[in-house]
């Protein structure tokens, strides 16, 4: 198909089935002052950009100054190629593809240093933001679910060392493992509170349950389920961002009511001032040693999965979830009310979420985004791979995603018996002073066997 350029009263030349008149009030210039700002100039910085307006948005960089270091990939649809390409400015910082060679392009400009220095973003052309072309639509879904996959798998490398360098950080902390509790609590009944919008309708079930209930809770949750007069059994964090500690730090609230279960790598502020009883998943040593006999593996990056490696570890016969949900509420809103500003089920990537429709419970449609979906997958695999034979894994929400091996049941359908254990009787005693020279006779021998 042959596409013809419309030039408006600004001399600004488009293609119509593109841009129809997105720059016939204002003119492009102006239009892109008020849309996109700054947002494309920053240095040393890798701009992956879906569509290029008719060619105006790279003109338009070009006339406003391209910034130091940068690279600016252009993606734009096949079928516009051969139209768009005679247009396209000549500059050693920009580079035009379409959606099969992109990836090497990228590859070839080293996206993934870029990737390493948080230094990457996708962003969509006005012309694609306004889906007016109907195959600019999964031209960004398809691209941006791949970058987002590109992105995750480069930053697992990257945080897996720095994952290391902070367990070392934490070490002094890192001394019993959530694995001394292992199968302690065949028979009783867990509920993972979440952080997802349906909690709020379960909450004065949990109320009025709380002493039949061993409750998991993210450590965002404390303010909230203090508020509420509910009391965590444990409490759980995985990150190791400063911000972790501020959204948290309600936690202390329960440390003498609570433990708290923390990532190896968890932040070193939240878990060094914790007073009260404490355990940890994942190795305490980044190298094999019998130091790391019998630790906690974690199956998955949220800490809602951190939540559930360890309700399984535990024994549970009936792991509940509440707020557990995977995608948007009823409203299009992404977390419980009272939770903090950033709550969420997964990590944010850098870019534009897409909300794609997925199944609940309930058997409707409802919205998610590719980080929800990634942590669903996470979340069932760990069901589907690690729950033991005796165990179910229950959501009371119909409004949360199905998930495979995940089975749902009202409230009414669940009958706990009474808690008798507690989890903060059965961590044991030992003096601090024999672990930490048992931490510092094995670092003294690694250190002997790299010499």
């Avoid at 952080?195 to 009025?208: C, E, H, K, N, V």
């Avoid at 690694?446 to 010499?451: A, E, I, V």
Wanted: proline residues 5%; charged residues 20%.
């Amino acid at each position: 198909m042959a596409y013809e350029f419309s030039t408006n009263s600004y001399s600004d030349s488009y293609i119509p089935e593109i841009n129809e008149n997105a720059f016939n009030k204002f003119g492009a210039e102006t239009t892109y002052r008020k849309r996109l700002g700054d947002t494309l100039f920053k240095p040393r910085f890798f701009y992956i950009i879906i569509g290029c307006d008719s060619g105006l948005l790279p003109q338009h960089i070009l006339e406003q100054g391209i910034a130091e270091d940068t690279e600016y990939l252009f993606i734009e649809d096949r079928a516009l190629l051969p139209t768009i390409q005679p247009l396209f400015p000549e500059h050693p910082q920009f580079h035009l593809c379409n959606e099969s060679n992109w990836e090497e392009s990228a590859n070839n400009l080293n996206l993934a240093l870029y990737m390493k220095a948080d230094s990457t973003i996708i962003v969509r052309s006005l012309g694609v933001a306004e889906g007016k072309y109907p195959p600019y639509i999964p031209l960004y879904k398809n691209c941006h679910n791949r970058y987002q996959s590109i992105y995750l798998s480069t930053q697992a490398t990257l945080s897996k060392i720095h994952f290391y360098e902070l367990g070392l950080n934490n070490l002094a902390e890192n001394q019993h493992m959530i694995s001394v509790l292992a199968n302690q609590f065949i028979g009783k009944t867990a509920i993972i509170l979440g952080a997802g919008p349906s909690l709020d309708d379960q909450l004065p079930w949990i109320q009025a349950n709380q002493d039949r209930l061993y409750i998991f809770a993210v450590s965002r949750l404390a303010k909230k389920l203090h508020r509420l007069n509910i009391t965590p059994d444990f409490i759980v964090t995985v990150d190791a961002l400063e911000s972790t500690y501020y959204e948290g730090r309600e936690s202390f609230l329960f440390e003498d009511k609570a433990l708290l279960i923390h990532a190896y790598h968890a932040n070193a502020r939240l878990v060094a001032q914790w007073n009260g009883k404490h355990a940890f998943t994942g190795p305490r040593f980044p190298w094999q040693t019998e130091m790391n006999t019998g630790y906690q593996n974690q199956t998955g990056i949220t800490v809602t999965n951190t939540c559930l490696d360890s309700a399984i570890n535990l024994g549970f016969t009936n792991i509940l979830l509440a707020g557990v949900d995977f995608c948007l509420g009823k409203g299009h809103e992404l977390h419980t009310s009272d939770s903090g500003s950033d709550a969420s089920q997964a990590p944010v990537l850098s870019g534009e979420a897409i909300h794609e429709a997925v199944t609940t419970n309930a058997g409707e449609q409802a919205q998610s985004t590719w980080d929800f979906i990634q942590g669903s997958k996470q979340f069932s695999d760990t069901v589907l791979n690690y729950k033991q034979p005796h165990q179910h894994i229950i959501n009371l929400s119909p409004y949360s995603m199905r998930m495979e091996g995940v089975e749902h049941a009202l409230n009414e359908a669940i009958h706990p018996e009474e808690k008798s254990i507690s989890p903060l009787d059965n961590i044991p005693e030992q003096p601090l002073s024999n672990y930490y020279n048992s931490c510092l006779h094995e670092l003294k021998r690694s250190k002997k066997q790299l010499q």
